[in-house]
């Protein structure tokens, strides 16, 4: 593993803080910000990769629409006012 020197500016308090939060957990500063630094790439990577299979999502949706795939929006107001009605009859038997 090739190591590398990351030199930033920090306020004098905030570093004592952290040095001082740090030792509590029995960790350095410097092992602390390497996890830190490690949380958010994988974070970041995430990210990316949940905004591509989204993506993916709504073109397999926008492709369905054009190909004529539609539900006609009473049907689908139909098909949710009968849910709502199941679940408030649910509720009331329940009380």
């Known amino acids: 593993m090739n190591e590398t020197t990351l030199t930033f500016r920090v306020d004098e308090a905030l570093k ?23 949380d958010f790439v994988q974070r970041q990577e ?3 990769e949940h905004d591509a299979w989204f993506a ?6 926008l492709d369905s629409a054009n190909a004529g795939h539609l539900v006609p929006a009473d049907q689908v107001e139909a098909r949710f ?3 709502r009605t199941a ?6 038997d329940a009380a």
């Open 56 to 61: 993916r999502q709504v073109q397999v949706g």
């Open 46 to 48: 995430e990210a990316v």
């Open 87 to 92: 679940t408030r009859r649910r509720l009331e």
């Open 16 to 38: 004592e803080q952290f040095t001082t939060a740090a030792k509590r957990r029995d960790r350095t500063s410097a092992q602390l910000l390497r996890d830190f630094m490690r």
């Open 81 to 83: 006012a009968a849910r």
